[in-house]
C-alpha cells in the first residue's frame, strides 16, 4: 500500500520537500499541456472535475451567458460533443505523466440544489449519463481504452455514492471499457450519510458502509482518498439563501463553494483507529487528501495523518 498526498499543477509554491520524501503525489491536472519533468513524483493524476455536467448534457440548462472558459470547469463545455472532447483532451495530457492511474468524479452537482439535502436527479440517471459521456470519449483511444486506468470517485451528490453496491452495479453494466476502477473518498461518503458528528463515530459509519459492499466492489476500489469531517450538525443547520434559485449562476456557485467547505472539510484523522479503513478495503494507494489552504497546514495535516499508519 502506497501513500500519496494531493497536489495541483496550479499550486503556485511548489511541492514542500518533505512530502515528497513519501511515495509522492496525487496530482491535479487540467486541460493544458504537461511538462513531466516538472513532477517527477507524481505517482497518479486526478482529472479536472466540474460542478454540474449533467445539467448541461440533458440540454435543460441554459448557459449562452457563459463563456467557453467559464464552462470548462462547470460542465466540461457547452454542448455534448465540446464535453467529450474536453474530458478526452484531459485524458491525453494527463498521460504523459504514465500514472499509474486516474481519478474522475462520477457525479454531478445540480445547480439549483446545491443546498438541498435530497436531490431530484437519481443516481441511475446520472451514472447512466456519465457512461455516455465517457465511454464516447475513450472510444477513440488505441483498442477503446484509456492509456491508464480511470478511477471513478465517488460524491454526495447524483451519481456515484457507494452507499452500498448498487451504483457500483450500474458502471459494471454500462462502461464498455476494461481499464477502470473505483476511488472511494471517505469525506464525500461521510457527507452522503448526514450523520458524521466525530472521528470515532465517523470509522464506525464507513465501516458500516463497507461491509454492505460486494467482494467484487470491494476488489474493484483500487485507491482511497482518507479525510475526515464531522460535518453533520453544520449541514442541519445551515441557514440557505431564500432566494438561491434566482441569482446568477456565478453567484450560485459563490455560495456554494463556501458551503461545501464548511461540509467537506478535508480534515486529517488523528486516531489509529483509521486502519480499520484500510484493513477492510486493502487499496493499493491511500491518498491523504488535506485541505488546509496553505503549504505549511496542509504539509503538517498530511504528516499527522500518515503518522497513523506507521
Not at 472558459?69 to 457547452?78: A, I, M, V
Not at 493499493?284 to 497546514?297: F, I, L, N
Request: proline share 5%; net charge negative.
Amino acid at each position: 500500500m502506497k501513500h500519496l498526498v494531493n497536489h495541483s499543477v496550479y499550486a503556485v509554491s511548489g511541492k514542500p520537500p518533505s512530502l515528497v520524501k513519501g511515495d509522492g503525489f496525487e496530482l491535479l491536472t487540467g486541460f493544458f499541456d504537461i511538462d513531466p519533468s516538472a513532477w517527477p513524483d507524481a505517482v497518479s493524476v486526478h482529472l479536472p472535475y466540474v460542478v454540474d455536467w449533467y445539467s448541461v448534457w440533458k440540454g435543460r440548462l441554459n448557459v449562452e451567458d457563459m463563456t467557453d472558459d467559464e464552462l470548462l470547469f462547470f460542465s466540461y463545455g457547452r454542448s455534448r460533443g465540446t464535453m467529450v472532447d474536453n474530458i478526452r483532451t484531459s485524458i491525453e495530457k494527463a498521460s504523459v505523466l504514465k500514472p499509474a492511474y486516474g481519478v474522475l468524479h462520477a457525479g454531478s452537482a445540480n445547480i439549483d440544489e446545491l443546498f438541498s439535502e435530497t436531490y431530484s436527479d437519481s443516481d441511475n440517471e446520472v451514472l447512466s449519463a456519465f457512461a455516455e459521456l465517457i465511454n464516447e470519449a475513450v472510444s477513440s483511444f488505441p483498442g477503446g481504452e484509456p492509456p491508464f486506468k480511470l478511477m471513478f470517485e465517488n460524491q454526495w451528490w447524483p451519481g456515484l455514492r457507494m452507499l452500498d453496491g448498487k451504483d457500483y452495479r450500474i458502471l459494471k453494466d454500462k462502461i464498455e471499457f476494461e481499464n477502470w476502477g473505483l476511488c472511494l473518498d471517505t469525506g464525500h461518503l461521510l457527507v452522503t450519510t448526514q450523520k458524521s458528528k466525530d472521528e470515532l463515530q465517523s470509522i464506525d459509519l464507513l465501516t458500516g458502509i463497507f461491509e454492505k459492499y460486494p467482494q467484487e466492489m470491494l476488489d474493484d476500489i483500487g485507491t482511497i482518498h482518507l479525510h475526515v469531517n464531522s460535518s453533520a450538525d453544520y449541514i442541519k443547520n445551515y441557514d440557505a439563501p431564500k432566494d438561491f434559485r434566482k441569482m446568477s449562476i456565478g453567484d450560485r456557485l459563490k455560495l456554494g463553494y463556501g458551503f461545501v467547505g464548511g461540509m467537506d472539510q478535508h480534515r486529517p484523522f488523528s486516531v489509529k483507529e483509521v486502519r480499520r479503513i484500510t484493513d477492510i478495503l486493502k487499496p493499493d494507494y491511500v491518498t491523504h487528501e488535506m485541505g488546509a489552504p496553505d503549504t505549511e497546514a496542509r504539509e503538517k495535516h498530511y504528516l499527522q495523518q500518515r503518522s497513523l499508519f506507521k
